[in-house]
């Protein structure tokens, strides 16, 4: 019902930024939150950042707060994730989500984008 794709991974030096976008499709954005978690080789998946689709209301894990900001543009079905003075242990796959409301993990997800920060 809901199809997630991500874009904008890639390489980037420690105290750059990228933006990724996550593109939806398939579903009414009522009600709705849109979140990013990433994964990095041999370590768990974990929380970046959501937003609520209709509000824009935002919850930010601890290590990214002052640094990543999340948005959407609700024209476009579109959710960004602009990460600004990016660290090497920020290197992961990053994924989107899609859940019914903030505080829960969704069943939707995105293939996947790498960002790879080097110093």
């Known amino acids: 019902q809901v199809q ?8 980037v030096q420690a105290g750059g930024s990228l ?3 996550c593109a939806a499709s398939g579903r009414t954005f009522s009600s709705y939150a849109m979140g990013w978690f990433r994964q990095a080789p041999g370590k768990e998946r974990e929380f970046v950042a959501v937003i609520n689709w209709s509000s824009g209301s935002t919850v930010y894990a601890d290590s990214v707060k002052g640094r990543f900001t999340i948005s959407r543009d609700n024209a476009k079905n579109t959710v960004y994730l602009q990460m600004n003075s990016l660290k090497p242990e920020d290197t992961a796959v990053y994924y989107c989500n899609a859940a019914p409301r903030i505080g829960v ?12 920060v080097s110093s």
């Open 4 to 11: 997630l794709v991500e874009s904008g991974g890639g390489l």
């Open 105 to 116: 993990v969704g069943d939707y997800w995105g293939q996947g984008t790498q960002v790879t």
């Open 19 to 21: 933006r990724l976008s």
